[in-house]
């Protein structure tokens, strides 16, 4: 069982900054993907970032050159730093970790740009 749990997301100004964490507990190895989506209200949740085992990463192109992903493995947490906050950023983000075929989803963390 793998549990998944998101903070860092709140209010901010338009060109602001955030960065989110997701914490991963339970049976997690060493080979896993890692993303994030988010959905903004009435519409269809969306892919915002991902970060391969690997190493590789890629983004929506709504988000990229403002937002990255990143890993810290000590400490089994995943981050999205989001630079240049835009209104339309604005949405639940959750991150899901996907192993073994199965993927976990967090609970969500609401971001929202003020203009």
């Known amino acids: 069982q793998v549990q998944l749990v998101e903070s860092g997301g709140g209010l901010v100004q338009t060109g602001g900054s955030l960065r989110l964490s997701c914490a991963a507990t339970g049976s997690l190895f060493s080979v896993n993907t890692v993303a994030w989506y988010r959905q903004a209200p009435g519409k269809q949740r969306e892919f915002v970032a991902v970060?391969?085992?690997?190493?590789?990463?890629n983004y929506a192109d709504s988000v990229k050159g403002r937002f990255t992903i990143s890993r810290d493995n000590a400490k089994n947490t995943v981050y999205l730093q989001m630079n240049s906050l835009k209104p339309e950023d604005t949405a639940v983000y959750y991150c899901t970790l996907r192993q073994f075929g199965t993927s976990h989803w967090g609970q969500g963390t609401q971001v929202t740009v003020s203009s």
């Open positions: 970060l391969i085992n690997g190493g590789s990463t």
